[in-house]
């Protein structure tokens, strides 16, 4: 069996500054390789905090990151296909649309590096496309547009887990290719912004794209401690939906 997770913020983790050495991981080559199985690790280069200007080194310092997770025993992979049994291995997506400078071309840079997956947009606006938290009526920018198409021809897909309703009827409008949400689940379940209403899911179902599951408290249920019913209330959802 192939598990893949689609989401996670260790290169951010591990190039934050005031990261004590040595500390610990939740996403480790022991972890990926334990008890059997193909697994696949998804690794973000996270560019924006809290609608803070990305800091020019961020994504060197994560690129670095990600070279010392390789010398840990994790092995970078570009396509499914090359993913093995036993094996950390890894995949590099990007998590906000500042990473790109400003610059459409720059897609070429970080799919050159590896980078198959980016998401336009975290939870701020970014000169690319408007967030779901944002509540804007506008979707991907002139810039935005750019870089999907740019995207397309470098085959990395775009990742719609932050982009908000009109961003994604958009991305539904010019995509040829399946695209994916990376950490999102059904706003019929849970009502976040964030997650995904009936339509995008059977769209997504029919054009054979890809839904990570978000184990995050917030996107399973409203109120109180989440238990395991709630994630299974999602996926359950999902399959009703024909995903």
Same mark, same amino acid.
């Given at each position: 069996?192939?598990?893949?997770?689609?989401?996670?913020?260790?290169?951010?983790?591990?190039?934050?500054?005031?990261?004590? =050495?040595? *500390?610990?991981?939740?996403?480790?080559? %022991? #972890?990926? $390789?334990?008890?059997? *199985?193909?697994?696949?690790?998804?690794?973000?280069?996270?560019?924006?905090?809290?609608?803070?200007?990305?800091?020019?080194?961020?994504?060197?310092? %994560? #690129?670095?990151?990600?070279?010392?997770?390789?010398?840990?025993?994790? !092995?970078?992979?570009?396509?499914?296909?090359?993913? +093995? %049994?036993?094996?950390? /291995?890894?995949?590099?997506?990007?998590? @906000?649309?500042?990473?790109? *400078?400003?610059?459409?071309?720059?897609?070429?840079?970080?799919?050159? &590096?590896?980078?198959?997956?980016?998401?336009?947009?975290?939870?701020?606006?970014?000169?690319?496309?408007?967030?779901?938290?944002? @509540?804007?009526? %506008?979707?991907? $920018?002139?810039?935005?547009?750019?870089?999907?198409?740019?995207?397309?021809?470098?085959?990395? =897909?775009?990742?719609?887990?932050?982009? /908000?309703?009109?961003?994604?009827?958009?991305?539904?409008?010019?995509?040829?290719?399946?695209?994916?949400?990376?950490?999102?689940?059904?706003?019929?379940? !849970?009502?976040?912004?964030?997650?995904? $209403?009936?339509?995008?899911?059977?769209?997504?179902?029919? +054009?054979?794209?890809?839904?990570?599951? /978000?184990? !995050?408290?917030?996107?399973?249920?409203?109120?109180?401690?989440?238990?395991?019913?709630? &994630?299974? +209330?999602?996926?359950?959802?999902? &399959?009703? #939906? *024909?995903?």
């Amino acid at each position: 069996m192939l598990v893949c997770d689609t989401h996670a913020d260790t290169l951010y983790a591990l190039s934050a500054p005031d990261r004590p =050495a040595g *500390g610990p991981l939740d996403v480790t080559a %022991e #972890l990926l $390789t334990a008890g059997g *199985g193909v697994r696949v690790q998804c690794l973000a280069l996270f560019v924006c905090t809290n609608g803070m200007r990305m800091s020019p080194t961020i994504v060197e310092r %994560e #690129l670095q990151a990600f070279e010392g997770l390789k010398q840990r025993g994790f !092995c970078q992979i570009t396509e499914l296909s090359q993913a +093995r %049994e036993g094996v950390a /291995n890894a995949m590099l997506t990007i998590e @906000g649309g500042e990473a790109f *400078g400003g610059d459409a071309a720059q897609v070429d840079r970080f799919a050159d &590096l590896g980078v198959r997956m980016a998401a336009l947009v975290w939870n701020n606006e970014n000169g690319v496309a408007h967030p779901a938290l944002s @509540g804007s009526g %506008e979707g991907l $920018t002139p810039l935005g547009w750019d870089i999907v198409s740019r995207m397309r021809s470098r085959h990395m =897909a775009v990742d719609v887990s932050h982009l /908000n309703d009109p961003g994604f009827r958009q991305v539904l409008d010019i995509a040829q290719r399946p695209f994916v949400a990376t950490h999102s689940n059904a706003r019929a379940v !849970c009502s976040h912004r964030r997650n995904l $209403t009936d339509d995008m899911i059977r769209e997504m179902a029919a +054009r054979k794209c890809l839904i990570g599951l /978000n184990y !995050c408290i917030d996107f399973l249920q409203e109120d109180g401690k989440p238990e395991l019913e709630d &994630l299974l +209330r999602h996926i359950d959802h999902f &399959l009703e #939906l *024909g995903g």
